[in-house]
């Protein structure tokens, strides 16, 4: 099953991909963090995204569909992958299309995972993750259980660097002019499906759960 997440910064789509990964069994292709982890090893990748990603700006759309190009490889035919944070254009939207017509494969299901933007900043002035396994976590609604330390491996948790006001408010820009399109176009193909995103954690991922059980995703029920 190839299904992709799309939201406002702060929406929680590194949250719920992580969580549906490992019930559902599938591999989560985060392209924020693949990227963050190109600029931190000084790939020329990460070389020519820092740029923008420092700016808040999106990275253009002939990077961000050579890199899908190698994460589809990488999935392998017939695999389940979990996109999140790609596409968010309408040209990559189209792009990914094509690769996967290629592969002879589609998309099955595109959740929405739909925030006030108010309520999101909110989140992102909060957030705190660690750089050494990528793990997530906010100061107010989903503490580390050692205060400053990564669950899952102890690492020192920090603020992301875009996680500022300006930049914040240049990323939710990008969102509202490139990324809304895209939803009405998946809207358009019937496979848009919209989540309250602006509930808990656990009330957004039991919402995840049912529509991927009445989409015929068997292990989801985890
Ligand atoms: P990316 O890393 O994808 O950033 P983003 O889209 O701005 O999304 P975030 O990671 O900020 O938020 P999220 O929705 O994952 O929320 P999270 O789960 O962390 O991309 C970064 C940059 O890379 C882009 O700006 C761009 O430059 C570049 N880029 C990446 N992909 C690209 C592409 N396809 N094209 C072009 N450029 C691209 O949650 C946020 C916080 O809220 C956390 O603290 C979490 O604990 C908390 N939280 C989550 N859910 C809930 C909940 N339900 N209730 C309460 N708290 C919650």
Same mark, same amino acid.
């Not at 969580?19 to 559902?24: F, P």
């Not at 740029?51 to 990275?59: N, Q, W």
């Not at 990008?174 to 895209?182: C, G, L």
């Given at each position: 099953?190839?299904?992709?997440l799309?939201?406002?910064p702060?929406?929680?789509?590194?949250?719920?991909?992580?969580r549906?990964?490992s019930t559902?069994?599938?591999?989560?292709?985060?392209?924020?963090?693949?990227l963050?982890e190109a600029?931190?090893?000084g790939?020329e990748?990460?070389?020519?995204?820092a740029?923008y990603?420092?700016s808040?700006?999106?990275?253009?759309d002939?990077?961000?569909?050579g890199?899908?190009?190698?994460?589809?490889?990488r999935?392998?035919?017939?695999?389940?992958?979990?996109?999140?944070g790609?596409?968010?254009?309408?040209?990559?939207?189209?792009?990914?299309?094509?690769?996967?017509?290629?592969?002879?494969?589609?998309?099955?299901?595109?959740?929405?995972?739909?925030?006030?933007? &108010?309520?999101?900043?909110?989140?992102l002035s909060?957030r705190?993750?660690?750089?050494k396994?990528?793990?997530?976590?906010?100061?107010?609604?989903?503490?580390?259980?050692? *205060?400053?330390l990564?669950?899952?491996?102890?690492g020192?948790?920090v603020?992301?660097?875009?996680?500022?006001?300006e930049?914040i408010?240049?990323?939710?820009?990008?969102?509202q002019?490139?990324t809304?399109?895209t939803? *009405?176009?998946?809207?358009s193909?019937?496979?848009?499906?919209?989540?309250?995103?602006?509930?808990?954690?656990?009330?957004?991922?039991?919402a995840? #759960?049912?529509i991927?059980? #009445?989409?015929? &995703?068997?292990?989801?029920?985890?």
């Amino acid at each position: 099953m190839i299904v992709v997440l799309l939201g406002a910064p702060g929406a929680g789509k590194g949250t719920q991909a992580k969580r549906m990964g490992s019930t559902m069994g599938v591999q989560h292709f985060s392209t924020g963090d693949l990227l963050r982890e190109a600029v931190e090893n000084g790939t020329e990748l990460g070389v020519r995204a820092a740029e923008y990603m420092d700016s808040g700006r999106l990275v253009p759309d002939d990077i961000m569909l050579g890199l899908a190009g190698e994460l589809l490889d990488r999935k392998g035919s017939g695999a389940g992958v979990i996109l999140d944070g790609f596409p968010r254009t309408v040209p990559q939207a189209k792009g990914l299309d094509q690769l996967l017509l290629d592969r002879g494969e589609t998309i099955d299901l595109v959740i929405f995972l739909d925030i006030e933007e &108010e309520d999101a900043v909110e989140r992102l002035s909060s957030r705190v993750s660690c750089p050494k396994c990528g793990s997530v976590h906010n100061l107010t609604t989903d503490l580390p259980m050692t *205060e400053g330390l990564c669950d899952a491996c102890g690492g020192t948790l920090v603020r992301r660097s875009d996680d500022i006001p300006e930049k914040i408010e240049r990323r939710f820009e990008q969102y509202q002019r490139e990324t809304h399109p895209t939803i *009405e176009y998946y809207r358009s193909q019937g496979k848009l499906d919209t989540v309250d995103a602006g509930r808990p954690i656990k009330e957004v991922q039991e919402a995840i #759960r049912r529509i991927l059980s #009445r989409n015929g &995703e068997p292990q989801a029920a985890g």
